[in-house]
């Protein structure tokens, strides 16, 4: 196939975690993307990867100052993720961050200006609601076929049980400002809702921090038997948000829970799609239409069903050699995370926090091409 793009000049800053499916992705899968250098503030991370994908071995300085970049991808630390982003689009640089590409609203919102005023891309992670479950779900609530969207519910009972991690940074990532129970996974839940529903108005809520102080009981971690504190993270949420279109949403997450029970669904007045975990690309996606007696599987009208972290990348590659607006967009990211942060002021105030912003509902991706899954954006105008 003859590509029609020149690709896109692109480099890596954070080179720890989930770098390595980045790395794959978009060196091997997503051909809009030539991916040249990386970085990371531990220069061997940064050497292995270049070594391994045949990229150069920068530093940040470097990346910013190249003017053959055009892309820059943020998978540093949340701590780091203002900072980097900043700097690079201060240099002119779009950019794609993990999540969440802020710890403090303001910082959003001095972020979403810089990328206004310079006329860059500011996209982020989640992206796996561009995956060929969710974009099936988006493309069947477009139809029509579930009827009008009603309600929601979140349920998400997941086992972290801080005391069994093996490393120290796990604890870190999963407590740091920007990190977070609900900055870690409530993103994906409802940046996956608002591509479907549209954006929302209210968010309410309540938490509690369970077991504040316990000790690490993994044999395996360095800190074993020392004390672990977090009693500025909270653990266990309830809450409820309104969708501009009328849609309501019950929220119910906690990391406290053995064998407990997840689920994601949406309501319609025709029909219910069981939605699964937004987490993954693919999976089972199942519908129970009015009238029917047992819900049933939908075959995926979509490509990328395997872990495809990257995807929102390429997307705005295609929309920067198009012209368009990527999917991933920050009008987009900045509502989400001001929903995850108004639930956390909701739960601080006991008020209900209004929401200040809005956001487009993303097209979906042209169904098909499953054999060839670059030409899904390929053919994206």
């Known amino acids: 196939m003859n590509f029609p793009f020149k690709p896109v000049k692109t480099a890596v800053i954070g080179c720890g975690m989930i770098s390595e499916i980045y790395f794959k992705n978009m060196v091997e899968v997503f051909n809009v993307l030539d991916v040249v250098g990386c970085a990371d503030l531990v220069p061997e991370r940064a050497k292995a990867k270049a070594e391994k994908y045949g990229i150069r071995h920068m530093t940040n300085e470097e990346i910013y100052n190249d003017p053959e970049i055009e892309l820059v991808v943020n998978l540093t630390y949340p701590t780091s993720h203002y900072e980097v982003n900043k700097a690079a689009l201060l240099a002119g640089k779009n950019v794609h961050c993990e999540k ?5 609203l303001d910082q959003a919102k001095e972020l979403r200006a810089i990328a206004e005023e310079k006329g860059l891309m500011l996209t982020a992670a989640p992206d796996t609601w561009l995956g060929g479950r969710l974009q099936t779900a988006a493309r069947i609530v477009e139809s029509g076929l579930i009827g009008e969207l009603i309600s929601a519910e979140i349920v998400l009972d997941r086992c972290y049980r801080h005391s069994e991690w093996k490393q120290e940074e796990e604890k870190r990532f999963a407590f ?3 990190g977070g129970f609900m900055n870690d996974l409530g993103g994906y839940y409802i940046t996956a809702l608002v591509s479907m529903a549209g954006p929302i108005e209210k968010v309410t809520g309540f938490y509690r921090t369970y077991r504040p102080s316990r000790p690490f009981c993994h044999p395996k971690n360095p800190a074993y038997g020392k004390p672990m504190t977090y009693e500025d993270s909270p653990n266990c949420y309830a809450g409820a948000m309104q969708f501009a279109n009328g849609m309501l949403c019950g929220v119910s997450m906690t990391t406290e829970v053995r064998g407990g029970g997840s689920y994601f669904n ?17 999976g089972p996606l199942m519908i129970q239409l009015a009238g029917g007696k047992e819900p049933m599987e939908i075959p995926l009208s979509h490509a990328y069903t395997e872990n495809s972290r990257g995807l929102g990348v390429a997307d705005a590659a295609y929309a920067l050699r ?13 509502h989400v995370y ?6 956390e002021a909701s739960c601080d105030s006991g008020k209900i926090y209004e929401m200040t912003s809005t956001c487009e509902k993303p097209a979906p991706f042209a169904p098909g091409h499953l054999n060839y899954p670059e030409m899904v954006m390929d053919n994206l105008e």
């Open 266 to 282: 949406i309501h319609g007045t025709q029909g219910t799609l069981f939605l699964d975990d937004p987490n993954n690309f693919g």
């Open 338 to 343: 001001e929903a995850c942060q108004g639930f």
């Open 176 to 178: 740091c400002p920007g």
């Open 100 to 104: 969440m590409f802020a710890i403090t």
């Open 322 to 334: 198009n012209g368009r607006k990527p999917r991933c967009d920050t009008d987009l990211i900045f």
